[in-house]
């Protein structure tokens, strides 16, 4: 809250942090990196516990169809992104991304599906480089359609950018894997260890732009390469 918002009354606000991480017999963090953050305020190691984030793997299944989106021709490579459209989601090394790629591969598109403070910005990058027909923006979707649109990206992405304390467990990733996508993703955090265990991704440096570009038009270029990391995430 205090880095990415405004915190008010923020020495009560750490306070009453650090009695409850003190006091509590029991603490469940999504990541290794909240392990840290917590035991360094109060918390006794033996009893914060790991337990990541998950999906539905009845809903989100490799069979799931994929959606058919008006101005996606079905012959487009489609580069995907999944999540709350906020700053620490890596969008501004995105687009630039996706910008570069379009330049090399002309049946490329971005589907952005979400909702958030950024769209604006993603509406306006698109219009200035002349990628609106290229960058679908779905905006605020059901969970129920979720599954339909991302087995429509060819490859999948989380993009985040450098930063300290990296402490997501990112529902996406999860998500990505279930249906068996090809994924290119920040090596940061939980992020890089996740997917370092699937096999199911080429991972990049955090807020690179230009390693990102090449690791989508690697994976678009080679489908033994992004058919391999298809049944790696589908086994996951």
């Known amino acids: 809250q205090a880095e990415f918002r405004a915190l008010a009354l923020a020495d009560e606000a750490g306070a009453i942090e650090a009695e409850v991480f003190r006091s509590t017999d029991a603490l469940a963090v999504v990541s290794d990196e909240l392990v840290a953050y917590v035991t360094a305020r109060g918390a006794a190691a033996g009893r914060v516990h790991v337990i990541r984030n998950a999906v539905d793997t009845a809903r989100f299944t490799p069979q799931v169809p994929p959606s058919r989106l008006p101005g996606i021709p079905d012959n487009a490579f489609v580069v995907g992104f999944s999540g709350s459209l906020k700053a620490w989601h890596g969008l501004d090394a995105l687009l630039p991304a996706f910008r570069a790629l379009r330049e090399q591969l002309r049946s ?79 090596r940061i955090g939980q992020t890089a260890q996740v997917l370092d265990e699937t096999g199911a991704a080429v991972l990049v440096p955090p807020g690179d732009p230009n390693a990102l570009t090449n690791a989508l038009l690697r994976v678009a270029k080679d489908p033994a390469l992004a058919a391999q990391l298809a049944r790696n995430a589908a086994v996951e």
């Open 108 to 186: 490329a598109h971005l589907l952005v599906v979400g909702e958030g403070p950024r769209k604006a910005w993603v509406e306006g990058y698109a219009a200035g480089a002349g990628l609106e027909g290229a960058v679908p923006l779905t905006g605020w979707v059901g969970h129920e359609d979720l599954p339909g649109l991302i087995a429509r990206m060819d490859v999948a992405t989380a993009p985040y950018p450098a930063a300290v304390g990296h402490y997501f467990s990112p529902l996406k990733l999860y998500e990505y894997l279930a249906l068996g996508r090809p994924i290119v993703a920040s």
